[in-house]
């Protein structure tokens, strides 16, 4: 399974991104989505999931009523859309494809398949 994350980039406090985490997995849409990230020095972090059909969502605390996820799955493709950015948001952001069709909230081992990551950094 072949997964392509893009649209991080460079942005000033307070303001927005939009990641894609775009799929070659022919079943996509039968499996949640998830979206993680690891800033430097640091563990890697749940930041959301989506269950199969985009009906169930999660997020981590920090990142509550700032981000949303959703997901397009005639085109394999799940979103990350990104407020009110915060320097404490920067880190390299990863998509993953969930063992099952809903997130079980089992952190990392909800997930089998890892992308390469795209850098957001977020300055004060």
């Known amino acids: 399974v072949q997964l392509q994350a893009s649209g991080g980039g460079m942005v000033q406090a307070g303001g927005s991104l939009r990641l894609s985490c775009a799929t070659t997995?022919?079943?996509?849409?039968?499996?949640?989505m998830g979206w993680f990230r690891q800033a430097p020095e640091k563990g890697r972090e749940f930041v959301s999931a989506i269950s199969w059909s985009g009906g169930t969502t999660h997020f981590a605390d920090s990142v509550k009523g700032r981000f949303t996820i959703s997901r397009d799955n005639a085109k394999n493709t799940v979103y990350l859309e990104m407020n009110s950015l915060k320097p404490e948001d920067t880190a390299v952001y990863y998509c993953?494809?969930?063992?099952?069709?809903?997130?079980?909230?089992?952190?990392?081992?909800?997930?089998?398949?890892w992308g390469q990551g795209t850098l957001v950094i977020v300055s004060s």
């Open positions: 993953a494809v969930g063992r099952g069709p809903f997130y079980k909230g089992n952190y990392d081992a909800d997930f089998s398949s």
């Open positions: 997995r022919r079943t996509f849409n039968a499996y949640s």
